[in-house]
């Protein structure tokens, strides 16, 4: 039996020792980088008298004594790994042996999820052996073998180790089986043809036990090392663990989580999951992908681009481990150097988000039990009587003949087409749900979309090969595998019927988990390793068929086992397809679940939340992390989805909602109605006004929409984004910014009067008044009656913004003010891209206008860079100034004297300008 004693005096000596050779320098730290490779006999003869002293240091070790407890009490607690991280099992010492851990003294755990692993990795534990390597036009090839088994089942013995150098700021490291293929994420990603030049990183091995260090070359910031737990890759489990050079951690979705994550023995899970969103388990969505801020302000993401169940369990060392049940291990590290561009490099690889629709960042209103469409009907006339902006209505599935897709009520909807027909007269227009599950019990003949999909074999087949069934809405239904081609052709026509009936204008895409009332089927699932793996993570209801179909079901391209993730990705870029086919315009979608590269067919929206302040809170730490997952168009139900809201919650809602890039109240049914008509006059004053506010910052939204699908940038962003170096910002998550230039400050708590919010170092200008604050940094408290939301103008920015109408087929056609906050310097610059708003590919095309503002020297200066016919049809008819430090004593446009306004808060109004926009202006005050 051997002792398990601590003793703690010896762990420093240990652990250095461990660590470093007689030369003071790190054993497993030998360069093997590329540039090495040419580099020859001097690195082997270091790598040979590193050996040596390994070598030696384990007969000293031997000679002095030191056994294999003393390596365990070597591991400090927080750079324990998880040798055992299988949930409900009680983890006896006998168990952790058997797989040669560590197992730490002390009383058992109760809750060994969230707290410290009793059972750890020694350092020595056996793992792979990097060969040697060669070089490729890219980077480099290598072998990783191992020759023990681990505890799971089918170890893969000899790995290939693929390092690319894709682009400066692009790593690519991909490790896979190296004699047979094993499935890989069906993503088109870039293929770099030629090896970056200069790369923002450095790639260095440990060769045994096998371990992946990337540095930033400027800095030496440590970025990943792999070294610090030994690598698995089993058919069904793969683990790798990496040091984090510090805490300030983002992404990995979809969770309820804080924004900035939290490193105390934190695992999530990722499997697309349909539930009302509860912290710590896995939603909707699945996205691994994380952005780091590393010290000073530089910031890398890392993607792995797997689809398989998996778990990233974060740890207080930092650490963090990767444990998939499938796939290979792909990664993408991205080097920035700023977070904007670590997010732009992202979606580089998983694509950049399609441009919406203009109308589709107008104001939606949808509720689940509206129940007949003259009531739906009623609800818009009700808007538009009150003069509340809205540009689309929606209906959930009530509009359906017994929750069947393609099928319309005809009698409770009877109205459906006209109400459809007001709405395009109105300049409106109209969104339907769809569930992916399709009705399967239906007398033949009676149902077309069944009938022909099980025609045309486009179902998901049980391991007999007969359609899977499970239940939704409609009771019994199959599940379409949209993997397959054919399946999409059969999802268009389907479409093109439904739309020859009901003109719709946009989809939105339910359950797409896909989401099952019965586990697996209604033969439940079978007894074999995809539906019962050897290792299973954290997940909600604790199996993979929890709430949906069986992992051993059938696709056209692989196992739902290894597609599941991929559902609500690939149904949306069906219909995305279809939607241009049927429109020819700019298709509108909003998917449940979503997956890498969602954004270029679809937005999300934040799932079924409650009609509670805490929720209303989430939303936006939901928001921030949908924009670093590359889904700009995001938002959650405003005022709450599932219970009812109070009249306070719901203006406050409201207001934040106004902010949401997507913004639609939405409701369930049987709960009190909640859309702004329903409440009190003041309340509906309110709710208008942030409406109202929306439709007049349209332009500004409209051009940072266009940035996210040119190159990436965040819509609603993050503070730090652009302010890396200053931590204060890196946990904000009650505030965020439009682009760089809108700073949102909502009320989140009932009964305030007044709300705290952190202002960076700089000159902020209340958005309203133009009223200014210099900020040192700091936490500023402000007024905030229930009427107002806080908005304020960084300084050095300009804002388009346009007079507000009730719908934005109106709002568009409505003269534009310009809106300049000064920089400490008196400078300022902003763009203005403008379209036709619904075309495909203006951008693509060219037919746009394009416009950058610059203030310098008292004279604001637009500029067109690229102009079509749209910028004719509007005028630019007032300019503001924010932070003219001296009243002017003449103002001139484009060389006329003109009249203006200056009030005393260092404010110039100019107005009644009439100048197109589509011709260069210049206004300069003296
Ligand atoms: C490296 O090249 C040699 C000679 O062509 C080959 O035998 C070996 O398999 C290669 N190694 C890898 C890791 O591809
Ligand atoms: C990587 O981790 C190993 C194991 O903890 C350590 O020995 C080595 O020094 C680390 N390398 C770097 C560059 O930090
Ligand atoms: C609302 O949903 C989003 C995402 O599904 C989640 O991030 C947020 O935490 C949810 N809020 C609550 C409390 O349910
Ligand atoms: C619903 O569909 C069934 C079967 O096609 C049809 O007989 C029935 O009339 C429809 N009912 C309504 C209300 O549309
Ligand atoms: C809807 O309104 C129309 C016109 O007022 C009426 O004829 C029809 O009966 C109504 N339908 C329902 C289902 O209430
Ligand atoms: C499912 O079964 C149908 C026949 O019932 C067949 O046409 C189709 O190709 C099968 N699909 C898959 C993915 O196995
Ligand atoms: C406007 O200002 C921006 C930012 O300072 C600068 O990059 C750009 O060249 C300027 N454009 C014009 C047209 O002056």
């Known amino acids: 039996m051997k002792s398990y004693q601590k003793l703690s005096t010896d762990v420093s000596r240990i652990s250095e020792a461990e660590e470093e050779g007689a030369d003071g320098k790190p054993l497993c730290h030998q360069k093997l980088s590329a540039w090495w490779l040419g580099g020859g006999l001097l690195t082997v003869a270091a790598l040979l008298s590193g050996v040596t002293v390994w070598v030696l240091g384990q007969i000293w070790w031997d000679q002095h004594g030191i056994s294999y407890w003393s390596k365990c009490t070597s591991v400090p607690e927080n750079r324990r790994f998880d040798c055992y991280p299988e949930k409900n099992v009680v983890v006896t010492r006998e168990l952790c042996?058997?797989?040669?851990?560590?197992?730490?003294?002390?009383?058992?755990?109760?809750?060994?999820?969230?707290?410290?692993?009793?059972?750890?990795?020694?350092?020595?534990?056996?793992?792979?052996?990097?060969?040697?390597?060669?070089?490729?036009?890219?980077?480099?090839?290598?072998?990783?073998?191992?020759?023990?088994?681990?505890?799971?089942?089918?170890?893969?013995?000899?790995?290939?180790?693929?390092?690319?150098?894709?682009?400066?700021?692009?790593?690519?490291?991909?490790?896979?089986?190296?004699?047979?293929?094993?499935?890989?994420?069906?993503?088109?990603?870039?293929?770099?043809?030629?090896?970056?030049?200069?790369?923002?990183?450095?790639?260095?091995?440990?060769?045994?036990?096998?371990?992946?260090?990337?540095?930033?070359?400027?800095?030496?910031?440590?970025?990943?090392?792999?070294?610090?737990a030994p690598l698995f890759f089993a058919d069904q489990f793969l683990q790798i663990s990496t040091v984090l050079p510090s805490t300030f951690l983002y992404g990995l979705g979809e969770h309820q989580s804080n924004f900035l994550h939290n490193l105390e023995w934190n695992t999530l899970p990722l499997w697309a999951r349909d539930v009302p969103p509860m912290?710590?388990?896995?939603?909707?969505?699945?996205?691994p992908f994380y952005l780091l801020m590393e010290k000073g302000g530089a910031a890398h993401g890392v993607f792995l681009l797997n689809s398989n169940l998996m778990e990233v369990a974060l740890q207080p060392a930092p650490a963090l481990t990767w444990r998939t049940t499938g796939g290979i291990l792909d990664f993408y590290i991205f080097l920035g150097p700023d977070p904007n561009l670590v997010v732009q490099q992202y979606q580089q690889v998983i694509g950049f988000p399609a441009m919406p629709p203009f109308w589709g960042l107008g104001f939606h209103l949808c509720r689940w039990g509206y129940g007949t469409s003259n009531k739906t009907w009623e609800t818009v006339k009700a808007m538009r009587n009150f003069q509340i902006p809205?540009?689309?209505?929606?209906?959930?599935?009530?509009?359906?003949?017994?929750?069947?897709?393609?099928?319309?009520?005809?009698?409770?909807?009877?109205?459906?087409?006209?109400?459809?027909?007001?709405?395009?007269?109105?300049?409106?227009?109209?969104?339907?749900?769809?569930?992916?599950?399709?009705?399967?019990?239906?007398?033949?003949?009676?149902?077309?979309?069944?009938d022909e999909g099980l025609k045309r074999g486009v179902f998901i087949n049980n391991t007999e090969g007969k359609p899977l069934i499970g239940m939704v809405w409609p009771g019994f239904t199959a599940f379409p595998d949209f993997s397959n081609p054919t399946t999409h052709e059969w999802w268009l026509e389907n479409l093109k019927h439904l739309h020859a009936q009901v003109p719709f204008d946009g989809l939105w895409l339910d359950m797409n988990e896909p989401s099952n009332f019965i586990d697996g089927s209604t033969e439940g699932c079978s007894k074999g390793d995809l539906d019962n793996p050897p290792y299973m993570p954290g997940i909600l209801g604790g199996s993979l068929s929890a709430r949906t179909i069986c992992a051993s079901a059938k696709q056209s391209l692989s196992v739902h086992y290894n597609l599941h993730n991929l559902y609500g990705l690939m149904e949306a870029k069906a219909t995305s397809r279809a939607l241009v086919e049927?429109?020819?315009?700019?298709?509108?979608?909003?998917?449940?679940?979503?997956?890498?590269?969602?954004?270029?067919?679809?937005?999300h929206w934040l799932g079924d939340n409650q009609s509670k302040w805490k929720d209303m809170f989430w939303s936006i730490p939901g928001l921030l992390s949908f924009s670093l997952f590359g889904v700009p168009l995001v938002g959650a139900d405003i005022c709450g989805f599932s219970s009812s809201t109070s009249e306070e919650l719901c203006i406050r809602w409201m207001q934040l909602g106004a902010f949401y890039p997507f913004s639609r109240n939405h409701n369930t049914q049987f709960e009190k109605a909640q859309d702004p008509t329903a409440f009190s006059p003041a309340a509906r004053t309110a709710m208008k006004a942030a409406l109202e506010l929306r439709y007049t910052l349209l332009p500004l939204l409209y051009s940072l929409f266009h940035r996210a699908h040119l190159q990436g940038d965040t819509v609603a962003r993050p503070l730090f984004f652009e302010f890396p170096k200053d931590e204060a910002t890196y946990a904000v998550?009650?505030?965020?910014?439009?682009?760089?230039?809108?700073?949102?400050?909502?009320?989140?708590?009932?009964?305030?009067?007044?709300?705290?919010?952190?202002?960076?170092?700089?000159?902020?200008?209340?958005?309203?008044?133009?009223?200014?604050?210099?900020?040192?940094?700091?936490?500023?408290?402000?007024?905030?009656?229930?009427?107002?939301?806080?908005?304020?103008?960084?300084?050095?920015?300009?804002?388009?913004?346009?007079?507000?109408?009730?719908?934005?087929?109106?709002?568009?056609?409505?003269?534009?003010?310009?809106?300049?906050?000064?920089?400490?310097?008196?400078?300022?610059?902003?763009?203005?891209?403008?379209?036709?708003?619904?075309?495909?590919?203006?951008?693509?095309?060219?037919?746009?206008?394009?416009?950058?503002?610059?203030?310098?020297?008292?004279?604001?200066i637009s500029t067109v860079l690229h102009s079509n016919t749209e910028a004719t049809y509007i005028t630019v008819d007032k300019l503001s100034v924010y932070g003219v430090r001296e009243e002017p004593k003449t103002v001139t446009v484009s060389g006329k004297n003109w009249p203006f306004t200056y009030l005393a808060n260092q404010v110039l109004y100019v107005n009644n300008l009439q100048l197109p926009l589509s011709q260069g202006f210049s206004v300069r005050w003296m």
């Open 97 to 228: 042996e058997s797989r040669g851990c560590c197992f730490a003294d002390g009383e058992m755990p109760l809750d060994r999820i969230n707290g410290v692993p009793w059972c750890f990795y020694p350092p020595d534990f056996p793992s792979y052996t990097l060969g040697s390597t060669n070089e490729t036009d890219l980077g480099l090839v290598g072998f990783l073998t191992r020759e023990t088994k681990t505890y799971y089942p089918k170890d893969l013995e000899k790995l290939q180790l693929r390092v690319e150098f894709e682009t400066d700021s692009r790593l690519h490291v991909k490790i896979t089986d190296a004699t047979d293929p094993r499935y890989e994420v069906p993503l088109d990603v870039p293929q770099a043809t030629k090896r970056a030049e200069n790369p923002l990183y450095s790639v260095e091995f440990c060769k045994e036990p096998f371990g992946l260090i990337v540095k930033r070359r400027l800095s030496g910031t440590v970025l990943l090392n792999t070294t610090v």
């Open 279 to 287: 912290e710590s388990y896995n939603l909707y969505g699945v996205h």
């Open 390 to 450: 809205q540009d689309v209505q929606w209906n959930d599935i009530d509009y359906m003949n017994g929750s069947r897709d393609f099928a319309v009520d005809s009698e409770k909807f009877a109205s459906l087409p006209q109400m459809v027909e007001d709405l395009h007269k109105h300049g409106q227009y109209y969104v339907l749900i769809l569930d992916p599950g399709i009705s399967s019990v239906q007398p033949p003949g009676s149902y077309w979309p069944y």
């Open 582 to 603: 049927i429109r020819g315009k700019r298709p509108f979608i909003i998917s449940r679940s979503t997956f890498p590269s969602q954004g270029k067919y679809s937005g």
């Open 733 to 860: 998550e009650k505030q965020f910014l439009w682009g760089r230039v809108l700073l949102v400050t909502p009320v989140l708590e009932p009964g305030a009067d007044s709300v705290i919010g952190y202002f960076p170092k700089g000159v902020w200008y209340d958005y309203y008044t133009g009223s200014s604050v210099n900020s040192s940094g700091e936490s500023l408290k402000m007024a905030a009656p229930l009427d107002h939301i806080n908005v304020h103008l960084r300084e050095g920015t300009i804002l388009p913004t346009q007079k507000p109408g009730g719908t934005t087929w109106l709002t568009r056609r409505n003269p534009l003010t310009l809106v300049a906050a000064l920089s400490q310097t008196s400078t300022a610059w902003g763009d203005l891209f403008w379209d036709d708003g619904d075309s495909l590919d203006t951008f693509e095309k060219g037919d746009y206008s394009y416009l950058v503002f610059n203030v310098t020297q008292n004279t604001f």
